[in-house]
Nanobody
Framework: QVQLVESGGGMVQAGGSLRLSCAAS????????MAWFRQAHGKEREFVAA????????SYATSVKGRFTIYRDSAEDTLFLQMNNLKPEDTAVYYC????????????????????WGQGTQVTVSS
């Protein structure tokens, strides 16, 4: 059973930075994708960034390009999201997701492509 646990959320003023972590256990063999999604109060869950475990191909939402970086630490089975120049509109619960094994092609951007999810971590950006 794959289990994902997010951490690193908190409160920060606009322009500040946070680094989110997603620790995993029970990872499958071969390639799969991991991603960060976020859900603001009263809104649908939206794609933020994704990465293939083999090849580290990445994909970013337009709203976070140049500000956020997704990367992994294979030795520790941990996914990270470095968030810089945070804006109030980044306020949301951030979720870590993981797909079932897939070929190392373009990372999927739809939430239903991800089989496993963490419980989320709150990010609040004040102005």
């Amino acid at each position: 059973q794959v289990q994902l646990v997010e951490s690193g959320g908190g409160m920060v003023q606009a322009g500040g930075s946070l680094r989110l972590s997603c620790a995993a256990s029970g990872r499958p063999f071969g390639n799969y994708f991991m991603a960060w999604f976020r859900q603001a109060h009263g809104k649908e869950r939206e794609f933020v960034a994704a990465i293939s475990w083999i090849g580290t191909t990445t994909s970013y939402a337009t709203s976070v390009k140049g500000r956020f970086t997704i990367y992994r630490d294979s030795a520790e089975d941990t996914l990270f999201l470095q968030m810089n120049n945070l804006k109030p509109e980044d306020t949301a619960v951030y979720y870590c997701g993981q797909t079932a094994p897939l070929p190392p092609l373009a990372p999927p951007r739809l939430s239903n492509a991800y089989r496993y999810w963490g419980q989320g971590t709150q990010v609040t950006v004040s102005s």
